[in-house]
């Protein structure tokens, strides 16, 4: 049986075995990754079957145009043995509820909109939004959580949120 938790301390070395095996040794170059490196994330979700870590989600405090707030969705990703079993859709549910509870605006990322349209993403409302690096249009995805969470938003996509240092190899991010 899946259970979904808060990231506890002691998995970081995990979960980034989890995520280059899942993006490969290309994912620390993309996009979104410069809104995430430095940061604390907001919410940090794993998912586990009988005490073995088979998946994570994070996601972060972003703000857009210097005044809409709003979350970043990523990275997900779910060991392959445990793929086709619904792990990722407990995650994203999971966060997606734990954000609309703390009254998040919205949630935007990248990814693939078939595979997302299921939570109610869509391309629709980003025309005047701007990463700080190239991605493909179609990719970019929001999820309005209150009502006018996206209304007129428009301006460049930043990081805001708790920055972190890194102490030695193997140890947890720390608030700075």
């Known amino acids: 049986m899946i259970t979904i938790e808060n990231e506890p301390p002691g998995v970081a070395a995990r979960i980034e075995y989890l995520l280059d095996k899942a993006f ?11 809104l995430r490196d430095g940061r604390l994330p907001a919410f940090a979700f794993i998912a586990r079957d009988a005490g073995t870590l088979v998946g994570t989600i994070r996601l972060w405090n972003i703000r857009v145009g210097g005044k809409w707030n709003a979350l970043l969705l990523g990275p997900i990703a779910v060991d392959a043995a445990w793929r086709d079993r619904g ?8 966060s997606l509820r734990a954000a609309y509870a703390a009254r ?16 109610g ?3 629709a409302g980003l025309d005047n939004v701007t990463l700080p ?19 007129g938003v428009r301006g460049p996509v930043e990081a805001t949120g708790r920055r972190v240092r890194l102490g030695r ?6 608030a700075a």
């Not at 490969?24 to 410069?34: A, D, F, S």
């Not at 690096?133 to 209304?151: I, N, Q, T």
């Not at 190899?169 to 720390?174: I, K």
């Open 24 to 34: 490969g040794p290309g994912r620390h170059r993309k996009t979104v990754q410069k």
């Open 87 to 94: 792990v990722g859709d407990q995650l994203i549910r999971h």
């Open 104 to 119: 998040h605006p919205a949630v935007l990322l990248v990814g693939d909109e078939p595979y997302y349209r299921r939570f």
């Open 121 to 123: 993403f869509r391309a």
């Open 133 to 151: 690096g190239p991605v493909d249009r179609r990719r970019f995805l929001a999820l309005e959580l209150l009502p006018g969470g996206l209304a």
């Open 169 to 174: 190899p193997g140890d947890c991010l720390r």
